[in-house]
């Protein structure tokens, strides 16, 4: 991005916002950091700035105009104040940006990227920079690394279980999902951590030491069947399965009236996070009728995303009006199609009233259909994995009138169109499961 007017201006916001946020220096954000602060900033102003406008903002990526004054707008409104003028004339002083240690960035990142946003966030973890590896670690057999959790449903708590024999350094960490940022810092012969996950997911805890991967094991939170959440933040409203309706799941009543409410944006979903790992996710069809119920203010698009959970990556397709469609956003594992850059008008559709949707995964290509016409398709490389789990955004709120899954063979996974087939599910109650 050129220089302008404001440039020594617009720095100090990008660095007051930066350390109202907490995810440590932008040296070291990616392109998914970029894309929840977009998220951020939209649920904050009701206003989208795209990661690509915000990357070019914070000069990650080369741009030959200055920024729009509706983009000042917003990110001086998103830093606390009421436009770009106002932070203007009551900006805090300029003040030199902390010298942070430059962090190697591993590559996958893109497969991790998918997966994490489809899977929901870690909250309350220290934020700071690993760094380089610089040299071999200690013996991995003689380390002990586990977890389980403190409590049961959601939030839950997870405690680490450390036996750091033998490792002489000061650049311990557990780095618990895909952010190389977002870690706990450990000190040397510490034996317990702990940490909090609002959401249901499959996550990989890994134990760094001096950059390297010496131990690692699988975080596998359940829903214990379906269940809804109010996407508040930090802390989402949690809606058990038992509140859900007998027939299309939805929303209580006085839930829907308390969305309608509310004068920013915000999103509701329902989950259904288990073990259906029977299933291969990269071989398989899910066909789900939906329905957004809340369509005024701030939900006018009729945003809906429908996620499919991995062991080892992730799909989000979304869905909205035609007029919004610029706005989407799709990924599959490594592959990634923004709507500001490619055509996804055939994501368009009003959902008023139920439309079914198909997802077909086979041979390392996602097919899309709505109402039983084929509409998209996108060809990725990285596997999924095992299917590890269900998940139905809506900004607003919505509707699930019916949901039904195959397998590879077409064998149906789901005994009423709602509900997993016995065998399919381990367990019925919400958990947490480990494995190495």
């Not at 915000?54 to 436009?83: C, E, H």
């Amino acid at each position: 991005m050129k220089e302008f007017s404001d440039d020594r201006l617009l720095k100090t916001c990008l660095l007051q916002i930066e350390e109202q946020l907490g995810w440590g220096s932008s040296d070291a954000w990616h392109n998914e950091v970029f894309s929840d602060l977009s998220e951020a900033i939209h649920v904050s102003t009701s206003i989208l700035l795209s990661p690509t406008t915000l990357k070019r903002v914070w000069g990650k990526v080369s741009y030959g105009s200055s920024p729009s004054i509706n983009t000042l707008n917003t990110l001086a409104q998103f830093a606390g104040y009421d436009n770009w003028l106002d932070f203007k004339n009551r900006r805090p002083p300029m003040r030199q940006k902390r010298i942070v240690e430059k962090r190697v960035v591993r590559g996958g990142i893109l497969l991790a990227v998918a997966t994490i946003v489809a899977m929901g966030g870690i909250s309350q973890l220290s934020m700071v920079d690993i760094g380089s590896a610089i040299g071999p670690p200690a013996n991995p057999d003689q380390i002990g690394f586990s977890s389980y959790p403190i409590a049961q449903g959601l939030p839950n708590s997870v405690l680490f279980d450390l036996d750091l024999k033998g490792i002489d350094s000061d650049s311990i960490y557990i780095q618990q999902y895909w952010d190389e940022t977002k870690t706990i810092k450990l000190r040397r012969g510490q034996k317990q951590a702990t940490g909090i996950y609002y959401y249901p997911g499959y996550f990989r805890a890994k134990l760094l030491v001096d950059g390297h991967i010496v131990k690692e094991h699988n975080l596998f939170i359940r829903s214990g069947g379906w269940l809804a959440t109010v996407d508040y933040r930090p802390v989402p409203k949690y809606i058990p399965g038992d509140r859900l309706g007998d027939g299309p799941l939805r929303l209580p009543d006085e839930t829907l009236l308390e969305i309608a409410g509310l004068e920013q944006p915000h999103y509701s979903g329902f989950h259904l996070v288990d073990d259906l790992r029977r299933v291969s996710a990269d071989r398989f069809s899910l066909e789900v009728a939906v329905q957004n119920s809340y369509r005024e203010k701030w939900a006018v698009c009729q945003t809906i995303k429908v996620l499919v959970l991995g062991t080892k990556g992730a799909v989000i397709v979304p869905f909205s009006i035609p007029g919004c469609v610029s706005d989407l956003g799709l990924m599959v594992n490594e592959v990634s199609l923004s709507g500001k850059e490619h055509d996804l008008s055939a994501l368009g559709a009003d959902f008023s009233s139920p439309r079914r949707i198909r997802l077909a995964l086979q041979d390392r290509r996602l097919r899309i259909y709505l109402d039983g016409q084929f509409v998209f398709s996108v060809d990725y490389a990285e596997p999924l994995g095992e299917l590890a789990g269900l998940r139905i955004r809506f900004l607003g709120a919505g509707e699930v009138h019916s949901l039904d899954l195959f397998d590879a063979e077409g064998a149906p996974v789901f005994e009423d169109g709602l509900n997993p087939l016995p065998g399919y599910s381990s367990s019925r109650g919400s958990g947490l499961e480990t494995t190495d």
